[in-house]
């Protein structure tokens, strides 16, 4: 593979914080980056093949989402202003996605989803959904680097309804997604030269039954994957875990040893104390969805996740995966809830979207920073747009996270491929990813269109 140098850019290695060089390279060698400082002292060592020009531009590590649904852009426009958080969840989204999407429609508006993580910036995607595998041949044909996981449920999930406490339990889908999920491990743990891995995505805790819940451990363990879930998402779950089991919904996933440092659960908004220790001394992993749960009107308890050391990262679920948006979100929201205009800062918010998110999913030795032995996954970000000038050069992270948006990326490598070239995919035709997607999504809203009966009546 080709050596290739990055010179002349603004180099922020999030290896330390304040740390940046302004006239710094970056040098990949295949899928590794080999050496990192001032441009003319990697110059003076490093013969590339190829060198790209960055001045002007911000060099920074990819940016890792460790939430999302791919498939979830057939829910634009569908929920964002239902009147309620669960009416636009779980009355239109959630029902969508189990009744009227099948296998075949997946791939194009997956792939749009993913071409707007990739050209804003992401380069590792830690994806669960159900119709596996077809999401893995998506991200093995973007040339993202992901986590795939199989969702397991044992419900129709489109049939939950806040003050319903009893479910009709479907043993044989929990059956059949416990199956799809091997099989997914089996086929596409370090597929695409390892690029690819697995995790075992239980749905939720009152999405399951406890022993279907404990399955999912115990196949996570078996393959030795890690395991990833929604947690704590909506008032109606808690209540749910309440009047069935007398315990909430932490409690519930450590009973069934799904809690620990190789689970990262998602949303986790309505946590007790209790379950914040769980969370804690357990060391699992957090994914906050600031923009998503924001538009529900919900905010996890952010002061005390900051306060508490609890690992977190950022992520988007589904409709918007422009992480310079989700930082933006992150930092504003969790000010405005907590009143603490010192909780967290754009430095933060910027290690929450590539350290943590290594972190939080067991690959900070290889991804996350730009480090000599760290995988080559680099991004450009073009620093000479109006809404990003001027640029105070004593605060230049401070300067992107506020000012930059994701359509600034303009190069981005992923295991040292060149995945996008000045703004272009190179690895997929993204005009054919979108005139596609398009004629899935009008059959998809077709086909369940009295989801959307109430927005129909308005107009
Ligand atoms: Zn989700």
Same mark, same amino acid.
């Given at each position: 593979?080709a050596?290739?140098?990055?010179?002349?850019?603004?180099?922020?290695?999030?290896?330390?914080?304040?740390?940046?060089?302004?006239?710094?390279?970056?040098?990949?060698?295949?899928?590794?980056?080999?050496?990192?400082?001032?441009?003319?002292?990697?110059?003076?060592?490093?013969?590339?093949?190829?060198?790209?020009?960055?001045?002007?531009?911000?060099v920074?590590?990819?940016?890792?989402?460790?939430?999302?649904?791919?498939?979830?852009?057939l829910?634009?426009?569908?929920?964002?202003?239902?009147?309620?958080?669960?009416?636009?969840?779980?009355?239109?989204?959630?029902?969508?996605?189990?009744?009227?999407?099948?296998?075949d429609?997946?791939?194009?508006?997956?792939?749009?989803?993913?071409?707007?993580?990739?050209?804003?910036?992401?380069?590792?995607?830690?994806?669960?959904?159900?119709?596996?595998p077809?999401?893995?041949?998506?991200?093995?044909?973007?040339?993202?680097?992901?986590?795939?996981?199989?969702?397991v449920?044992?419900?129709?999930?489109?049939?939950?309804?806040p003050?319903?406490?009893?479910?009709?339990?479907?043993?044989e889908?929990?059956?059949?997604?416990l199956?799809?999920?091997?099989?997914?491990?089996q086929?596409?743990?370090?597929?695409a030269?390892?690029?690819?891995?697995?995790?075992?995505?239980?749905?939720?805790?009152?999405?399951?039954? !406890?022993?279907?819940?404990?399955?999912?451990?115990?196949?996570?363990?078996?393959?030795?994957?890690?395991?990833?879930?929604?947690?704590?998402?909506? !008032?109606?779950?808690?209540?749910?875990?309440?009047?069935?089991y007398?315990?909430?919904?932490?409690?519930?996933?450590?009973?069934?040893?799904l809690?620990?440092?190789? +689970?990262l659960?998602?949303?986790?908004?309505?946590?007790?104390?209790?379950?914040?220790?769980?969370f804690r001394s357990?060391?699992?992993?957090?994914?906050?969805?600031?923009?998503?749960?924001?538009?529900r009107?919900?905010?996890?308890?952010?002061?005390k996740?900051?306060?508490?050391g609890?690992?977190?990262?950022?992520?988007?679920?589904?409709?918007?995966?422009?992480?310079?948006?989700?930082?933006?979100?992150?930092?504003?929201l969790?000010?405005?809830?907590?009143?603490?205009?010192?909780?967290?800062?754009a430095w933060?918010?910027?290690? +929450?979207a590539?350290?943590?998110?290594?972190r939080?999913l067991?690959?900070?030795?290889?991804?996350?920073?730009?480090?000599?032995?760290k995988?080559?996954?680099?991004?450009?970000?073009?620093?000479?747009?109006?809404?990003?000038? !001027?640029?105070?050069?004593?605060?230049?992270?401070?300067?992107?996270?506020?000012?930059a948006?994701?359509g600034?990326v303009?190069?981005?490598?992923?295991?040292?491929?060149?995945?996008?070239?000045?703004?272009r995919?190179?690895?997929?035709?993204?005009?054919?990813?979108?005139?596609e997607?398009?004629?899935?999504?009008?059959?998809?809203?077709?086909?369940?269109?009295?989801?959307?009966?109430?927005?129909?009546?308005?107009?």
């Amino acid at each position: 593979m080709a050596k290739t140098l990055i010179e002349h850019g603004w180099v922020i290695p999030m290896t330390q914080r304040e740390h940046t060089i302004p006239d710094g390279a970056v040098a990949l060698d295949g899928d590794r980056i080999v050496a990192v400082g001032p441009t003319a002292e990697v110059k003076a060592t490093f013969k590339p093949d190829k060198t790209i020009d960055a001045r002007g531009k911000a060099v920074l590590p990819g940016l890792v989402n460790t939430h999302i649904h791919l498939v979830g852009s057939l829910n634009k426009g569908t929920t964002e202003d239902a009147k309620r958080a669960m009416g636009g969840s779980f009355k239109r989204a959630i029902p969508l996605q189990e009744d009227y999407v099948f296998a075949d429609d997946v791939y194009f508006p997956a792939l749009v989803h993913g071409i707007e993580a990739v050209k804003t910036g992401t380069t590792t995607l830690n994806e669960m959904w159900w119709y596996m595998p077809e999401p893995a041949k998506v991200v093995k044909d973007l040339g993202v680097r992901a986590v795939v996981g199989g969702v397991v449920r044992e419900m129709n999930t489109g049939q939950i309804t806040p003050g319903k406490f009893d479910r009709t339990w479907l043993p044989e889908l929990a059956k059949r997604n416990l199956d799809e999920c091997e099989a997914l491990i089996q086929e596409w743990h370090g597929a695409a030269k390892g690029r690819i891995t697995t995790r075992v995505a239980p749905d939720g805790p009152d999405r399951a039954r !406890p022993e279907t819940l404990a399955k999912c451990g115990e196949l996570a363990r078996k393959y030795g994957v890690g395991l990833h879930t929604h947690c704590a998402s909506v !008032p109606a779950e808690q209540a749910f875990m309440e009047h069935n089991y007398g315990k909430r919904s932490v409690e519930v996933l450590e009973d069934c040893g799904l809690m620990g440092p190789d +689970m990262l659960a998602v949303h986790c908004v309505f946590l007790s104390d209790r379950e914040l220790e769980i969370f804690r001394s357990t060391n699992t992993k957090f994914g906050h969805t600031a923009y998503l749960v924001g538009k529900r009107g919900y905010m996890p308890p952010m002061e005390k996740f900051y306060t508490s050391g609890i690992e977190i990262s950022l992520a988007s679920d589904w409709i918007s995966n422009d992480m310079w948006t989700i930082m933006k979100a992150a930092v504003i929201l969790a000010r405005v809830q907590s009143g603490n205009v010192e909780l967290i800062d754009a430095w933060k918010a910027l290690d +929450m979207a590539t350290m943590g998110g290594a972190r939080c999913l067991g690959m900070d030795k290889e991804i996350g920073s730009l480090a000599p032995g760290k995988k080559a996954d680099v991004i450009l970000v073009d620093m000479s747009a109006a809404w990003v000038n !001027p640029i105070r050069r004593q605060n230049v992270v401070s300067g992107l996270v506020y000012n930059a948006q994701g359509g600034d990326v303009t190069h981005v490598w992923i295991d040292g491929e060149l995945v996008v070239d000045n703004r272009r995919m190179t690895t997929v035709d993204e005009k054919e990813a979108i005139r596609e997607c398009q004629k899935v999504a009008d059959k998809v809203w077709e086909r369940g269109k009295h989801l959307f009966g109430d927005e129909l009546a308005a107009e």
